[in-house]
């Protein structure tokens, strides 16, 4: 909860249903909604969302207000009478040559605080979770199809409860170990040197990593690390060690272990027809 | 007689002036001949006189003849496109060859479904409606089997080795083919030009094997590309092992199926596009009247498409991922995950304009002001599940909003990135657009029973529950393994049908009976005649792109992990790319269908106004088709059926 700004979303929508009860025009109906979308969207979550969300967000709220406006002729002619007496009728002649005015003075400003900006670096979508290679891999000698491979302890959870436990400890071993620094005590992504990194650790508390993955698609990128990242994977910047030169195959199965029961996540199953 | 000598002159006349010219000419250069330049010096022999140069030319002439005869024979592997590349004029043929095929396809399937409720009600104007998209059939047939020359040719002027290879494992697939487009050729010409002509039964008989003629082209097609995409039958280095096996390759049925419900939804919505098109051309209330109510009619087949969807969209999905996880990444993680945000918000779109549409389309029902609050709800909700649909699971940001955010995904709207998410959000936007549906189905009505009050709060528990079974597995899906996850998507689905399904049954026995207000066909806002042609070329848009997806999935590969891409355009197109060779390609269709449509209004423009007023007399009060909801329950993939029974029974409801 506290990752919602409630003293932008709860005035908002306040003041939104404040309106129902007022009797306003439409076109003040239409505006208010859209700007208080776009506050919520823009101000309501307290880590901000970035642009390129708001603009898709601000996309569909306007498409979703013109819907409600063009489907009753009635709603039509409140919004566009007052537009129309706004451009043709002589008391508003201030106010329309402020409006002529303003518009090309905000075009302006744009330009200007854009060039002024402190210059950023370029963006770079990243592929978060690129293709395995089709072919198999190669670690410590062993040759791993990495469609097919699975973890080889996975099978203990039932056969033999007391041997898969004491994998995981030592899995949890290796990761206290080896990996906190980055991927965090709680595996959040923020170790202590994940400020310094670009891209970060990655957060395998979050639905979106290592509960989409098969285990042999993290066995790869442990074994293989940031240098083993394919072409797509790019900007190839990743601090994520190669593995395989410092554990075991057995370690880096066991960490995969950890790594669910921790989380409290579950693999992705090899599917086999 | 009086015109023959002017005729005799006119040749005459031609003849002497070639005669005239060619005098000139001769003239010209007898003179040219005579005044140039002549050496002094008597020439002389020509041998003796040759320069080394001219000796070295006559050498090389000769070697390059010699060359030019005992050339090796070498078979090419490819060939090059000039300007454009190979890749992408196989890629727009290709294309505009399916979107053809796939409307040629789809109307076959609704106009026979229509032509029984005419038989059935006995109402001429089905026929009269059935004929009418009939009529678009027969260029669109030329153009595609035209694009689907062109492709072949191409296929083999410009990839000859890779064709062979396809011919090494498909060819006994061929004849067949052709055997069957030779069916389709015929029934397709017998059953529109014997319109009329035959008994009900035989020329219902005739548009049956049609559609079934058509289908069994369309998977043998399947058969050829999925191989390329899932291969299947063949050893490593590619060798035949058995020709059923590579026809039967993992995405083959997924495709089909995925393919079967589209083209009928993108079907619709062309034909509802030419509807639109003659309404806003329309001369008076008449044409209107019968182009809105077939605009109507297309929505309706493009919104019975639509909803089954995105259900065999994830089977198709998880088939992908089944056949090779690198793949499966490619798709959903990988290279191509920023396409299905493109897709999404495409699929957002079709959702809404389909709504729009109907909440536009109460306009033309007497009473339907009740139900006008209903709208914004609805609306809300909508916009509340496409916006989740849309959230781009990493997101594109700027170095400072990704420190922000601590990695590529949001904190909050991450969660709504996620397949649970996703899932739950298509289910309740089918369910909404089912809502509205039934909205618009009631607005021209009055239920008479006594139970309508309970049978409306059953309706409303039902729709609660679904919505409720719906959002509870998609949170569940947060804390399960991937495979339980999308094990949940079959609740959720088996939710919203039997929802749909319950709903209709209380609501068909609830309508027994009703008192219903007329349904003033034509009396709708032009706008919704622009909704209907956005509609269709969203659709056409998002197939190209989906065609970019599924070919582009294989990488550098012709058949992936078999037969490697070895030619210059062996890249993966990017994104951006893609989309304007996609954006052309629409175009260029829309160009062609506007040819296609324009014609078929041309063919019935003077017989079609009598035959309108006829139908008009004899049906003083419009009944208006309506569809029952039945129609719209997806999954009745057998054609449709429910809404012919339905619709049967209404107007016999309405006329008694
Ligand atoms: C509401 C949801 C969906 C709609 C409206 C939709 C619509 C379409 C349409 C119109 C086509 C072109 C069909 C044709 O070639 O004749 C298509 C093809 C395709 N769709 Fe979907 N789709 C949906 C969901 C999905 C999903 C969820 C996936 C999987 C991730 C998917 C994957 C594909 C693929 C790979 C193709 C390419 C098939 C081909 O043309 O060869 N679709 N879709």
Same mark, same amino acid.
């Given at each position: 909860?506290?990752?919602?700004?409630?003293?932008?979303?709860?005035?908002?929508?306040?003041?939104?249903?404040?309106?129902r009860?007022?009797?306003?025009?439409?076109?003040?109906?239409?505006?208010?909604?859209?700007?208080?979308?776009?506050?919520?969207?823009?101000?309501?979550?307290?880590?901000?969302?970035?642009?390129?969300v708001?603009?898709?967000?601000?996309?569909?709220?306007?498409?979703?207000?013109?819907?409600?406006?063009?489907?009753?002729?009635?709603?039509?002619?409140?919004?566009?009478?007052?537009?129309? =007496? #706004?451009?043709?009728? /002589?008391?508003?002649?201030?106010?329309?040559?402020?409006?002529a005015?303003?518009? *090309?003075? %905000?075009? !302006?400003?744009?330009?200007?605080?854009?060039?002024?900006?402190?210059?950023?670096?370029?963006?770079?979508?990243?592929?978060?979770?690129?293709?395995?290679?089709?072919?198999?891999?190669?670690?410590?000698?062993?040759?791993?199809?990495?469609?097919?491979?699975?973890?080889?302890?996975?099978?203990?959870?039932?056969?033999?409860?007391?041997?898969?436990?004491?994998?995981?400890?030592?899995?949890?071993?290796?990761?206290?170990?080896?990996?906190?620094?980055?991927?965090?005590?709680?595996m959040?992504?923020?170790?202590?040197?994940?400020?310094?990194?670009?891209?970060?650790?990655?957060?395998?508390?979050?639905?979106?990593?290592?509960?989409?993955?098969?285990? =042999? #698609?993290?066995?790869? /990128?442990?074994?293989?690390?940031?240098?083993?990242?394919?072409?797509?994977?790019? *900007?190839? %910047?990743? !601090?994520?060690?190669?593995?395989?030169?410092?554990?075991?195959?057995?370690?880096?199965?066991?960490?995969?272990?950890?790594?669910?029961?921790?989380?409290?996540?579950?693999?992705?199953?090899?599917?086999?027809? | 007689?009086?015109?023959?000598?002017?005729?005799?002159?006119?040749?005459?006349?031609?003849?002497?002036?070639?005669?005239?010219?060619i005098?000139?000419?001769?003239?010209?250069?007898?003179?040219?001949q005579?005044?140039?330049?002549?050496?002094p010096?008597?020439?002389?022999?020509?041998?003796?006189?040759?320069?080394?140069?001219?000796?070295?030319?006559?050498?090389q002439?000769?070697?390059?003849?010699?060359?030019?005869?005992?050339?090796?024979?070498?078979?090419?592997?490819?060939?090059?496109?000039?300007?454009?590349?190979?890749?992408?004029?196989?890629?727009v043929?290709?294309?505009?060859?399916?979107?053809?095929?796939?409307?040629?396809?789809?109307?076959?399937?609704?106009?026979?479904?229509?032509?029984?409720?005419?038989?059935?009600?006995?109402?001429?104007?089905?026929?009269?409606?059935?004929?009418?998209?009939?009529?678009?059939?027969?260029?669109?047939?030329?153009?595609?089997?035209?694009?689907?020359?062109?492709?072949?040719?191409?296929?083999?002027?410009?990839?000859?080795?890779?064709?062979?290879?396809?011919?090494?494992?498909?060819?006994?697939?061929?004849?067949?083919?052709?055997?069957?487009?030779f069916?389709e050729?015929?029934?397709?010409?017998?059953?529109?030009?014997?319109?009329?002509?035959?008994?009900?039964?035989?020329?219902?008989?005739?548009?049956?094997?049609?559609?079934?003629?058509?289908?069994?082209?369309?998977v043998?097609?399947?058969?050829?590309?999925?191989?390329?995409m899932?291969?299947?039958?063949?050893?490593?280095?590619?060798?035949?092992?058995?020709?059923?096996?590579?026809?039967?390759?993992?995405?083959?049925?997924?495709?089909?199926?995925?393919?079967?419900?589209?083209n009928?939804?993108?079907?619709?919505?062309v034909?509802?596009?030419?509807?639109?098109?003659?309404?806003?051309?329309?001369?008076?209330d008449?044409?209107?009247?019968?182009?809105?109510?077939?605009?109507?009619?297309?929505?309706?087949?493009?919104i019975?498409?639509?909803?089954?969807?995105?259900?065999?969209?994830?089977?198709?999905?998880?088939?992908?991922y089944a056949?090779?996880?690198t793949?499966?990444?490619?798709?959903?993680?990988?290279a191509?995950?920023?396409?299905?945000?493109?897709?999404?918000?495409?699929?957002?779109?079709?959702f809404?304009?389909?709504?729009?549409?109907?909440?536009?389309?109460?306009?033309?029902?007497?009473?339907?002001e009740?139900?006008?609050?209903?709208?914004?709800?609805?609306l809300t909700?909508?916009?509340?599940?496409?916006?989740?649909?849309?959230?781009?699971?990493s997101i594109?940001?700027?170095?400072?909003?990704?420190?922000?955010?601590?990695?590529?995904?949001?904190p909050?709207?991450?969660?709504?990135?996620?397949?649970?998410?996703?899932?739950?959000a298509?289910?309740?936007?089918?369910?909404?657009?089912?809502v509205?549906?039934l909205?618009?189905?009631?607005?021209?009505?009055?239920?008479?029973?006594?139970?309508?009050?309970?049978?409306?709060?059953?309706?409303?528990?039902?729709?609660?529950?679904?919505?409720?079974?719906?959002?509870?597995?998609?949170?569940?899906?947060?804390?399960?393994?991937a495979?339980?996850?999308?094990?949940?998507?079959?609740?959720?689905?088996?939710?919203?049908?039997?929802?749909?399904?319950?709903?209709t049954?209380?609501?068909?026995?609830?309508?027994?009976?009703?008192?219903t207000?007329?349904?003033?066909?034509?009396?709708?806002?032009?706008?919704?005649?622009?909704?209907?042609?956005?509609?269709?070329?969203?659709?056409?848009?998002?197939?190209g792109?989906?065609g970019?997806?599924?070919?582009?999935?294989?990488?550098?590969?012709?058949?992936?992990?078999?037969?490697?891409?070895?030619?210059?355009?062996?890249?993966?197109?990017?994104?951006?790319?893609?989309?304007?060779?996609?954006?052309?390609?629409?175009?260029?269709?829309?160009?062609?269908?506007?040819?296609?449509?324009?014609?078929?209004?041309?063919?019935?423009?003077?017989?079609?106004?009598?035959e309108?007023?006829?139908?008009?007399?004899?049906?003083?009060?419009?009944?208006?088709?309506?569809?029952?909801?039945?129609?719209?329950?997806?999954?009745?993939?057998?054609?449709?059926?429910?809404?012919?029974?339905?619709?049967?029974?209404?107007?016999?409801?309405?006329?008694?």
């Amino acid at each position: 909860m506290e990752q919602f700004n409630w003293w932008v979303i709860v005035p908002v929508f306040a003041a939104l249903i404040a309106l129902r009860w007022r009797r306003t025009s439409m076109l003040t109906w239409f505006a208010a909604w859209w700007i208080g979308m776009f506050l919520v969207v823009r101000y309501g979550f307290t880590v901000p969302v970035p642009m390129s969300v708001v603009k898709l967000y601000m996309g569909l709220v306007t498409a979703a207000l013109v819907a409600y406006v063009l489907t009753d002729a009635g709603r039509i002619r409140e919004v566009t009478e007052p537009l129309a =007496a #706004f451009m043709t009728e /002589r008391r508003y002649l201030p106010y329309l040559a402020a409006v002529a005015l303003f518009i *090309p003075a %905000a075009v !302006a400003f744009g330009i200007y605080r854009d060039m002024t900006r402190v210059p950023q670096p370029p963006s770079f979508a990243r592929t978060i979770h690129p293709a395995t290679p089709a072919e198999p891999i190669d670690v410590h000698g062993t040759s791993y199809d990495l469609g097919t491979a699975d973890n080889p302890y996975r099978e203990l959870e039932e056969t033999d409860p007391a041997a898969f436990k004491a994998r995981v400890e030592n899995g949890r071993k290796i990761y206290y170990e080896n990996c906190f620094y980055c991927h965090g005590d709680v595996m959040a992504g923020d170790g202590m040197f994940a400020h310094a990194l670009n891209p970060i650790p990655t957060n395998f508390q979050d639905p979106g990593t290592i509960a989409m993955l098969r285990e =042999a #698609f993290l066995f790869w /990128r442990i074994a293989k690390g940031g240098p083993g990242l394919p072409a797509e994977g790019g *900007p190839w %910047a990743s !601090a994520m060690p190669a593995w395989e030169n410092f554990l075991s195959e057995d370690e880096m199965w066991n960490v995969i272990l950890f790594l669910y029961e921790f989380t409290g996540h579950r693999p992705r199953a090899v599917e086999l027809h | 007689m009086k015109r023959k000598p002017g005729v005799l002159l006119i040749g005459l006349g031609v003849l002497a002036f070639v005669a005239t010219m060619i005098g000139a000419f001769r003239l010209a250069v007898t003179f040219d001949q005579r005044l140039a330049f002549h050496p002094p010096i008597s020439e002389r022999g020509e041998a003796e006189e040759w320069t080394p140069r001219q000796e070295a030319l006559e050498q090389q002439r000769q070697e390059e003849e010699e060359a030019a005869r005992t050339k090796p024979y070498e078979e090419e592997e490819y060939r090059a496109f000039p300007k454009v590349g190979s890749r992408v004029a196989i890629w727009v043929v290709a294309q505009l060859h399916l979107l053809f095929a796939a409307f040629v396809l789809a109307v076959p399937m609704f106009a026979v479904v229509i032509e029984w409720i005419g038989i059935r009600t006995g109402d001429k104007r089905y026929d009269a409606l059935a004929y009418e998209f009939t009529k678009l059939l027969s260029v669109s047939f030329s153009l595609t089997a035209t694009f689907g020359a062109g492709l072949t040719f191409m296929l083999i002027a410009l990839y000859p080795k890779f064709t062979n290879y396809l011919m090494h494992v498909f060819s006994p697939t061929f004849l067949p083919y052709v055997l069957l487009f030779f069916a389709e050729a015929g029934f397709l010409y017998t059953y529109y030009y014997g319109w009329g002509k035959f008994s009900p039964k035989v020329h219902l008989f005739l548009g049956i094997m049609l559609n079934v003629v058509g289908t069994g082209i369309m998977v043998i097609a399947n058969a050829w590309l999925t191989f390329m995409m899932t291969p299947n039958g063949v050893s490593e280095s590619g060798a035949l092992i058995s020709t059923w096996d590579a026809v039967s390759n993992y995405t083959w049925m997924p495709i089909n199926i995925h393919r079967l419900i589209a083209n009928v939804a993108y079907g619709g919505s062309v034909a509802a596009a030419y509807a639109a098109y003659q309404f806003l051309q329309a001369k008076n209330d008449a044409e209107r009247a019968h182009y809105d109510w077939m605009g109507y009619i297309g929505n309706f087949v493009a919104i019975c498409g639509l909803l089954p969807l995105p259900f065999a969209g994830y089977w198709l999905a998880s088939e992908i991922y089944a056949f090779s996880q690198t793949m499966g990444l490619t798709m959903m993680g990988g290279a191509f995950s920023w396409l299905f945000i493109i897709q999404a918000v495409l699929i957002g779109n079709l959702f809404l304009f389909a709504n729009w549409y109907l909440w536009l389309g109460m306009g033309r029902i007497q009473g339907a002001e009740r139900f006008r609050a209903f709208i914004w709800p609805l609306l809300t909700i909508i916009t509340i599940c496409f916006a989740i649909w849309a959230t781009p699971r990493s997101i594109i940001a700027t170095t400072e909003e990704v420190q922000a955010m601590g990695g590529s995904s949001h904190p909050v709207l991450g969660y709504l990135g996620v397949m649970s998410a996703k899932n739950t959000a298509v289910n309740i936007l089918i369910l909404t657009t089912y809502v509205s549906f039934l909205l618009y189905r009631r607005s021209g009505k009055i239920p008479t029973v006594k139970w309508a009050k309970t049978g409306n709060l059953a309706q409303a528990i039902i729709f609660a529950l679904s919505a409720a079974t719906v959002i509870g597995y998609g949170i569940a899906g947060y804390r399960v393994d991937a495979a339980t996850r999308i094990g949940f998507s079959r609740p959720q689905v088996g939710a919203v049908l039997l929802a749909m399904l319950l709903v209709t049954v209380i609501d068909v026995l609830m309508l027994r009976g009703a008192k219903t207000t007329d349904t003033r066909w034509g009396k709708i806002r032009p706008l919704s005649q622009y909704l209907l042609i956005m509609l269709a070329v969203t659709f056409t848009w998002l197939m190209g792109l989906m065609g970019y997806l599924r070919s582009g999935l294989r990488l550098h590969w012709h058949v992936f992990g078999v037969v490697r891409d070895t030619s210059p355009d062996a890249f993966t197109p990017t994104l951006g790319f893609a989309t304007q060779v996609v954006s052309v390609t629409v175009l260029i269709f829309f160009g062609l269908i506007g040819f296609v449509f324009w014609l078929a209004g041309l063919s019935g423009k003077e017989s079609h106004a009598g035959e309108e007023a006829a139908a008009h007399a004899a049906h003083p009060s419009p009944v208006g088709f309506d569809p029952s909801p039945a129609g719209a329950t997806p999954m009745s993939s057998a054609g449709g059926s429910a809404p012919a029974a339905s619709a049967a029974t209404s107007s016999r409801i309405e006329t008694s």
